[in-house]
């Protein structure tokens, strides 16, 4: 096991490293995380895995120009991590150049004002033992639902705690430490006939007082489970669609990605050339926010050490802002907006602004249609916007739910789909980092029988 190393030390060795960059006239980032994780799963009340790990590592990026490299090591001692560099740096003098290649601009970097709450010491002080309770309360709770859940494929209780320091050869020094947990039940249904339905639910929060009882996170994930038996097929035809938060929260996913500066640059999303035009109904306002107290996503800084800020993706209908990082932003002659995954473009708090419709009203509005709770599979074109994907769900007439549905798929295009909005819930809960109410499309091909 690579022996850990206290936070503690991370600014020494990073100015070693630092250092040794500028003896190479080169400039680098260097980032140092670690972390502590669990996770405890039981099966029909029997501990059936538990799963630790403590993972850190340094992982450096070195700009010789507009040339870039990057490396990661779990050794993190001064000697191994110069070495790195030293390695990196040769590699720098052979690959090719690009101009969008380079550190943020000094004046974006993070200078330490943000304070998010974001770690609570009790979510690390959760052991095996209570972290088995807890997860054992949650399956019970599923059990006692409905006497038709009879089977379980599982109830989990998970932790995470980390820290990151990140720094740089343009002065940035930023940490940033974190707390998550998260319990959920994935209860099965039985039918008379032996036929079995499943389901799930979930809480997670950055505290673990903000955890909802896993009890009744299981009688919802039992509840949900029952509530699927005796599902069909549904005649194929065009209806109206409303999607359930927890579906709707994956359309803003889909939607971001078509909005990121990355696929832009490329050219492969549908939504490159619409910044400033209407690509929604008037009734449709999405945010990011990354600086939102205990947020599930929240960060202060990005992963290339830019502040991040709150910003209106989608302005009453209208595209607003690319998220980019710095080297999407380059390529389309713009500053990054915070939005480095350190990979790519990445959301933070992405939701949806609450709608004025209660889920009644919404449903009433349908009238007759589907009613979306889930997706089942992949069928999405970024290109192009068009989009076709299995669903859970209701069948829904007069404003009132008749009977599940499976073995269902709803298909359109993602423009018209979000131009097509025409109800915006009341009901947005901050669950999962990408969030949204409950959204009523007018029309959408359902294909079934």
């Known amino acids: 096991m690579t022996e850990f190393v206290p936070p503690a030390t991370w600014h020494d060795l990073a100015a070693a490293v630092l250092a040794a960059a500028k003896s190479h006239k080169v400039e680098a980032e260097v980032r140092f995380r670690t972390s502590d994780q669990l996770v405890v799963k039981v099966r029909k009340g029997k501990l059936e895995e538990i799963r630790q790990s403590t993972p850190s590592g340094a992982s450096l990026r070195v700009f010789d120009g507009k ?17 790195l560099l030293d390695e990196l740096c040769s590699c720098a003098k052979v690959v090719d150049e690009d101009d969008a290649n380079g550190l943020p601009e000094a004046e974006q970097l993070y200078s330490g004002e943000a304070e998010l709450d974001l770690y609570d010491p009790n979510v690390e002080g959760v052991g095996v033992d209570k972290a088995r309770d807890l997860a054992l309360a949650c399956e019970e709770g599923a059990f006692s639902a409905d006497a038709r859940v009879t089977q379980s494929e599982g109830a989990s209780l998970s932790t995470s705690t980390g820290t990151t320091f990140l720094c740089n050869s343009r002065g940035l020094e930023a940490t940033a430490r974190g707390s998550f947990v998260s319990v959920q039940a994935q209860p099965v249904a039985e039918d008379d006939k032996g036929n079995k339905y499943s389901d799930g639910w979930w809480s997670s929060a950055r505290y673990l007082s903000d955890l909802e009882d896993p009890a009744l996170v299981g009688k919802e994930a039992g509840l949900r489970a029952a509530a699927q038996i005796g ?37 492969s999303t549908f939504l490159a050339g619409k910044e400033n035009t209407p690509i929604a109904a008037p009734i449709l306002t999405l945010i990011d926010d990354p600086l939102k107290a205990r947020g599930l996503a929240s960060a202060a800084f990005d992963a290339e050490g830019v502040a991040t800020s709150r910003r209106t993706l989608v302005d009453q209908g209208v595209l ?12 389309l002659g713009r500053k990054s907006t915070g939005h480095s995954g350190g990979g790519g473009v990445t959301s933070y708090n992405l939701y949806v602004l609450n709608g004025d419709k209660s889920p009644a009203e919404l449903l ?30 209701f069948w829904v007439e007069k404003g009132k739910r008749i009977r599940p549905v499976q073995e269902v798929t709803v298909s359109s295009n993602l423009g018209a789909m979000l131009t097509n909005i025409v109800g915006v819930g009341n009901d947005l809960h901050f669950r999962s980092g990408t969030d949204s109410p409950s959204l009523l499309v007018r029309e959408m091909s359902i294909s079934g029988s």
């Open 231 to 267: 599902a069909d097929k549904v005649a194929t035809g065009r209806f109206p669609v409303l999607f359930a938060p927890e579906a709707a929260s994956g359309l803003q996913e889909l939607l971001f990605q078509c909005i990121s500066g990355t696929a832009v640059y490329r050219n």
């Open 364 to 393: 009433s509005a349908l009238d007759t249609g589907l009613l979306v709770t889930s997706f089942i599979g992949f069928g999405f074109n970024q290109a192009t916007g068009d989009f076709s994907r299995g669903i859970r769900g």
């Open 320 to 331: 607003k802002l690319y998220p980019c990082d710095c080297f999407a932003a380059r390529r």
């Open 67 to 83: 040339r870039c490299v990057s490396g990661s090591t779990s050794h993190m001692d001064k000697d191994r991590l110069v070495s």
